[in-house]
């Protein structure tokens, strides 16, 4: 193993290195503000090492149970790669406080805190370091799965920097980074001129040696560390409103085509009348996880779906009724940040909509929603 920039010259030019340097500082900054924010404690992150590995080559080391974070970087050149944050999932649990006594419901729920916290973490990164880029460099966090790098790694055929460190504090968590030569080519060319040239940091006494060094090499958190989320994960914007990654756009939508006269595309329809919903006492029950009971979630609840030719959609006009797939009376979809968590049935709360959950989605369950 070898130092971070020792590896990142040997796959770019000194200047680029010299680049991705300072931006991994400077990130590592970042994103240490937002898990100090998130779980209460800024970690350090210790032991790092790198190497330069081609992808077939690492296959073994992720046979144990796994999360894989993908971590998507676009610019404003349409340019995008994708690295990959690992973290054994066991440890990662017992991390972030989402342990559960079925092994299912302890991934599915790990999945969603990392989500959430990573999601906070992207999210700093991009506004305090990457936002700089005048190449509109942005990262942002894709679906979140389990145990699924091998696989990946072996559709991967550029070379990588595998970079490995320790985030540590009251607890540990080993995390890995599987960073392909174009994700870093993308990021070097973009931050150039974004970041202050890697000048070494002021000496610190002997006792905080190792502090020093670590914060020499935080580039692996920089990445992508944690940003949105996802139960608990999530968000950047759009799809980088949750996890998945993209920029929004503030220019106007073009007016939609002048309707065309109730174009009935279904069954006659009347107004749904629902049951108000009765006051619950408070369960009184806290998770343990209250560190991350600040964070926002984006709540929606799906009422059902459709497919319509282009000729159906600009035929819509007031009257119009588009019949969905859903029976009256069944449950509806509780998602949160994009996933689908629970289902529910629709009730009035005083004047307003509300749903009450009557079931919650175990992992691998909503596959049937997409099937």
């Not at 690295?83 to 991390?95: E, F, G, H, N, W």
């Not at 005048?134 to 990946?152: F, R």
């Not at 929606?300 to 969905?324: A, C, F, K, N, W």
Request: one cysteine or more; aromatic letters at 2%; proline letters at 9%.
């Amino acid at each position: 193993m070898s130092e971070p920039q020792e590896v990142l010259s040997q796959l770019l030019s000194p200047p680029q290195a010299a680049t991705l340097d300072a931006t991994g500082r400077e990130s590592w900054d970042s994103a240490s503000a937002a898990l100090k924010a998130a779980l209460g404690s800024a970690p350090l992150f210790s032991e790092v090492a790198a190497s330069l590995v081609m992808p077939d080559e690492i296959t073994a080391r992720f046979g144990d149970p796994h999360i894989t974070v993908p971590l998507e970087l676009s610019t404003d050149q349409d340019q995008t790669g994708t690295a990959y944050l690992v973290l054994p999932t066991t440890i990662a649990a017992v991390y972030l406080d989402s342990q559960a006594d079925n092994p299912e419901d302890e991934e599915q729920q790990t999945i969603v805190i990392s989500s959430t916290v990573l999601g906070q973490v992207i999210q700093a990164m991009n506004t305090q370091v990457f936002g700089r880029s005048a190449s509109g460099l942005v990262v942002a966090i894709d679906d979140i799965s389990a145990n699924t790098m091998p696989e990946t790694l072996k559709g991967m055929d550029d070379p990588c920097m595998l970079l490995t460190g320790t985030l540590a504090g009251a607890k540990i968590l080993p995390v890995s980074l599987v960073l392909p030569g174009t994700f870093l080519d993308i990021m070097a060319t973009a931050m150039d001129g974004a970041v202050g040239a890697a000048s070494p940091a002021p000496a610190a006494p002997a006792s905080a040696a190792p502090v020093e060094e670590t914060a020499a090499f935080s580039f692996e958190l920089t990445q992508e560390d944690l940003e949105a989320a996802e139960l608990l994960e999530v968000e950047p914007e759009p799809v980088l409103a949750t996890i998945g990654g993209g920029r929004s756009s503030s220019a106007p939508l073009p007016p939609p085509p002048p309707p065309r006269g109730p174009t009935p595309i279904g069954p006659a329809a009347s107004r749904a009348r629902f049951a108000p919903l009765p006051e619950q006492e408070p369960s009184g029950v806290r998770s343990g996880i209250d560190l991350l009971a600040g964070l926002q979630m984006n709540v929606s609840v799906e009422l059902g779906r459709t497919e319509l030719t282009v000729s159906e959609v600009l035929g819509l006009g007031p009257g119009s009724v588009i019949e969905l797939d859903r029976l009256a009376g069944e449950p509806v979809d509780i998602l949160v940040n994009d996933r689908l968590i629970a289902r529910g049935e629709v009730v009035v709360v005083d004047e307003n909509f509300g749903v009450r959950v009557v079931e919650v989605i175990r992992r691998g369950q909503d596959e049937e929603r997409t099937g």
